[in-house]
């Protein structure tokens, strides 16, 4: 880098173009899958909007603040249409798209109705399932084999048939299962061949989403976990990823509570008002919410969403305005509410003189409704990394997560913020462009005409 730009021409990339369709591979076709898949078609269709999706909406901004570009990212960068996407699921129930839809209760049945045939269509192939991972559902359209290696193999043989059916060069997969219970990384996670053994020997620590994180991975398929459960982020699975050249992200999909904690905490730390105690508590009714019923898959759900203000207020600097804040998290499964998610939030604060305030929020989401829109993003995002030749752990896709991977020698960042910047700066490189840093010093003290300057005052009636 220049001492004088904000170039990094080195770090730009020759971007393959995102020839012919693009195929999604959903592990889990719930709620979250379902509410993509009608809402991708449509869009298409012309009878909805891709609201909630950087990749559809968002324009990023290009050159100085004096002469500003705002071109739209989809046409920054080279990203497959949406009209590109082809879909294909597992699941451990036999009901095609457009039943699960119906029976997730997301979107109204009328506007499902305008999909329908594209919806019937997706019919999900057995799915690899373990009731000991997730101990609240039980399905019976599962795969058989004697040994996890073999249910590997057998997705595997999935990806390819439908690569090859579909007549698709590239692929992306999208974890969208449920929460699995709390696993910690041990020996069988720490190298692929270690790995590979623990498959061939049935190893418990092996959960299902880390054998289709693996399944993809070696057919050269990027990878992204939707959950807070182990997967993707073990040693194993990373290397496995820059062995194959293949972009992995993850994890947990950023949509409601954690959302509002990633905008409202970095605005505590930046104004220093400090915080005695933090109080979440949710109410879900659809299956996520029967899932996380479970101990041991509200356990893994927890530490996502804990470790979150910790990394935004860093305690360990600002020890009197967060050393010693009370942080609680409840999840209740409330059937009623179905996929309408509601969350509040009571939060103690203090600040001139330790004068204490609070805030509170009553936050009444759609988990589904603000998940769709990530699990968009993050296809077309891993597709375009795939084919700028990037690998490995993609910290830049860090926006869309409640944990984000991270290199191990470094912090992940929390903050939505400093995310978004990451993600825009990130494309700019990639293409060529300046980098942002709104710094601002260089309009004021980089040698300016005085003059000039005191002629646009004058014009614009700020004297």
């Known amino acids: 880098m220049s001492d004088r730009t904000s170039y990094y021409p080195e770090l730009a990339k020759d971007i393959a173009p995102p020839k012919g369709k693009l195929g999604v591979l959903l592990p889990g076709l719930g ?5 993509l898949i009608a809402g991708v078609h449509l869009i298409n269709k012309g009878l909805a909007r891709p609201f909630g999706s950087l990749t559809q909406m968002q324009k990023i901004r290009l050159g100085k603040r004096t002469n500003p570009r705002f071109v739209p990212i989809k046409e920054l960068v080279p990203l497959a249409e949406p009209t590109d996407l082809v879909f294909g699921a597992w699941d451990i129930f036999p009901d095609n798209a457009y039943e699960a839809a119906r029976g997730a209760g997301v979107l109204p049945p009328e506007m499902l109705a ?40 057998a997705l595997m043989q999935d990806m390819e048939d439908f690569r090859s059916a579909r007549q698709l060069d590239r692929a992306v997969a999208v974890w969208c299962g449920s929460t699995e219970v709390f696993l910690q990384a041990g020996p069988t996670h720490q190298t692929l061949a270690a790995f590979e053994k623990g498959l061939e020997r049935n190893a418990p620590e092996i959960s299902p989403s880390m054998i289709y994180a693996y399944a993809a991975l070696s057919s050269g398929i990027p990878f992204a976990n939707g959950a807070p459960n182990l997967c993707v ?11 194959k050249s293949v972009p992995i992200a993850g994890k947990d999909f950023k949509t409601g509570q954690t959302m509002m904690k990633t905008i409202i905490a970095p605005g505590l730390k930046a104004r220093m008002l400090g915080l005695e105690g933090w109080f979440s508590t949710n109410i879900l009714g659809n299956r996520d919410g029967e899932v996380l019923d479970d101990p041991g898959s509200f356990r893994t759900k927890e530490l996502s969403k804990v470790s979150v203000l910790d990394a935004i207020l860093q305690p360990e600097i600002y020890g009197e305005l967060y050393g010693e804040y009370f942080h609680k998290i409840r999840i209740e499964y409330y059937p009623p509410r179905g996929d309408a998610k509601e969350g509040w939030d009571n939060i103690d604060i203090f600040g001139w003189l330790g004068q204490p305030m609070q805030i509170k929020v009553n936050f009444l989401c759609r988990d589904s409704i ?32 409640k944990s984000p991977m991270s290199r191990p020698d470094l912090k992940p960042e929390h903050d939505l913020f400093i995310q978004h910047l990451k993600l825009g700066n990130t494309l700019r490189i990639l293409v060529g462009e300046e980098v942002l840093d709104h710094s601002g010093l260089d309009y004021y003290e980089g040698g300016a005409d005085v003059e000039e300057e005191i002629r646009i005052l004058r014009r614009s009636g700020n004297e």
């Open 114 to 153: 305008q999909v329908r045939p594209e919806l019937e269509a997706v019919a999900p192939w057995p799915g690899v399932f373990d009731r000991a991972y997730v101990r609240n559902l039980d399905g019976k359209h599962v795969k058989t084999g004697s040994t996890k290696r073999h249910l590997a193999e």
């Open 233 to 243: 982020d073990i040693p194993a699975l990373v290397e496995l990823a820059k062995a």
């Open 370 to 401: 603000l998940a769709a829109p990530v699990a968009l993003d993050l296809t077309l995002f891993l597709d375009l990394a795939r084919r700028a030749g990037l690998s490995g752990i993609q910290e830049w896709l860090s926006f869309y997560f």
């Open 31 to 35: 709620a979250v899958s379902t509410t």
